[in-house]
């Protein structure tokens, strides 16, 4: 470097580029973005190019067979990646694909503090990178009974949690999405709502290992509309439990108020484990719709999950 005049790497051919070098600067850039707190206006082509890059080099990722029944067939990638609830870009399920190209999804610091010795901030990708993927295939059910099998891929929460330190006083974690009415064309029909979209889980349900942080489905990264850059997967409770596009885990002492137990308790209370047993006040949780195939199959308690997370639960 000494013998060459020093320009910022986007003046630079990409051929001059070290891949290491762009990394770290990458790396220090990001570092820079997520303790300013924002940073979106300054994101340059560059950056998010080498974003892009980097995420592709984790995907698709090894799946992990322990968390992936061989008797579960996955989703068609289609069906699923087209048919969304998020409700800050529609309510019509069918047209939150079409409305997600304003939100800016890179650089995104995700802010993971509260009640803990070592808050820390940083880029979506870069805790991508250090906690390293794998490939899980869960069953997902809407608490509206439609149903999907997923392959997402991340990492589980509770290795980012251990990393902060959560302090004995944190009993619940608080997820929030960004909110940003000026790239989320839903937000301004629905300006009752309690935003940002809010969701939490007592602290024993967010360090269970089949908690992830999905930064990935299909073996690619998230699409805008699944929730990109990360979101959180909870397979055994309900749909809306599973936060998008993440920009604050926060270890909290008192259950957070969520946006729709806010709006709604009977319906969507905290807790929401998937239960066939217990009808929702307007229709009955026994069964499901296959969102590819159209098929009702049973729901079953848990939402399959009943031998792994079942001792959270008893009385
Ligand atoms: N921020 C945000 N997260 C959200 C929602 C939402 O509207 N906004 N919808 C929830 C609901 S009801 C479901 S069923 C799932 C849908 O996830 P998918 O679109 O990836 O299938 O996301 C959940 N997370
Ligand atoms: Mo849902």
């Not at 820079?32 to 984790?58: N, S």
């Not at 008192?254 to 929702?280: C, D, G, I, M, R």
Request: proline letters at 8%; a positive charge.
């Amino acid at each position: 470097m000494s013998n060459v005049i020093i320009r910022p790497d986007w003046q630079l051919p990409d051929s001059r580029i070290t891949p290491e070098r762009a990394y770290r600067d990458r790396r220090r850039f990001l570092r820079e973005m997520g303790f300013a707190g924002g940073g979106l206006l300054t994101a340059t082509l560059a950056e998010r190019a080498a974003l892009a890059a980097e995420a592709k080099g984790l995907y698709p990722a090894k799946r992990n067979i322990a968390y992936s029944p061989a008797d579960l067939q996955t989703s068609k990638e289609r069906a699923f990646t087209t048919y969304n609830n998020y409700y800050e870009f529609s309510t019509d399920k069918e047209a939150v694909v079409d409305r997600v190209d304003k939100f800016v999804i890179a650089p995104w610091p995700v802010k993971i503090h509260g009640l803990c010795e070592k808050p820390f901030t940083a880029d979506a990708q870069e805790l991508a990178a250090e906690f390293g993927v794998e490939e899980r295939v869960y069953r997902f059910r809407c608490v509206e009974a439609w149903s999907a099998v997923v392959p997402w891929t991340g990492f589980e929460l509770r290795k980012l949690l251990e990393k902060v330190q959560p302090k004995p006083e944190a009993k619940f974690v608080k997820f929030v999405t960004a909110f940003r009415p000026e790239q989320m064309p839903g937000v301004t029909r629905l300006r009752g709502y309690p935003w940002p979209y809010t969701e939490g889980l007592r602290i024993e349900e967010a360090m269970h290992p089949l908690t992830l942080m999905a930064t990935g489905v299909y073996g690619k990264a998230l699409p805008k509309q699944n929730g990109a850059p990360i979101r959180v997967v909870v397979p055994w409770k309900y749909g809306y439990k599973s936060g998008k596009s993440l920009v604050s885990i926060e270890l909290v002492a008192e259950q957070p108020k969520t946006l729709w137990e806010t709006l709604s308790p009977e319906e969507y209370p905290f807790e929401s484990n998937v239960n066939p047993a217990v009808p929702h006040p307007r229709w009955s949780q026994a069964s499901e719709r296959q969102v590819d195939t159209g098929d009702r199959i049973r729901t079953l308690p848990l939402n399959g999950y009943a031998v792994q997370v079942g001792s959270l639960y008893k009385k």
